[in-house]
Nanobody, 123 residues
Framework: QVQLAESGGGLVQAGGSLRLSCVADGSTFGSAGLGWFRQSPGKEREIVAAISWNGGDIMYSDRVKGRFLISRDNAKKTLYLQMNSLTPEDTAVYYC????????????????WGQGTQVTVSS
């Protein structure tokens, strides 16, 4: 089974930046699609960004496009999310997830999830 662990969350003022990391165990990392998701109070979990096994295909939600960057380092089995120009609307628990598909932007395709890391953006 695959285990994932996020880190890098915290409290930041509006306009600031954070970089989230996700380290994965398991033998399938190099051929698996990866994604970042978030969930804020009273709302459903939503996709933030996704990246294919080799980084060739990337998508961002409209709400973060131009501000966030997703990347991966397969040698380190690590996924990253660089978050810039943060706003209070970005406040949420952020999760990394892995799909056995090479790429997916469809949330049910993701079967392995981290525990989540809290991001709080103050105004």
């Amino acid at each position: 089974q695959v285990q994932l662990a996020e880190s890098g969350g915290g409290l930041v003022q509006a306009g600031g930046s954070l970089r989230l990391s996700c380290v994965a165990d398991g033998s399938t990392f190099g051929s698996a699609g990866l994604g970042w998701f978030r969930q804020s109070p009273g709302k459903e979990r939503e996709i933030v960004a996704a990246i294919s096994w080799n980084g060739g295909d990337i998508m961002y939600s409209d709400r973060v496009k131009g501000r966030f960057l997703i990347s991966r380092d397969n040698a380190k089995k690590t996924l990253y999310l660089q978050m810039n120009s943060l706003t209070p609307e970005d406040t949420a628990v952020y999760y990394c997830a892995l799909t056995l598909n090479y790429y997916s932007d469809y949330q049910p395709a993701y079967k392995f999830w981290g525990q989540g890391t809290q991001v709080t953006v103050s105004s």
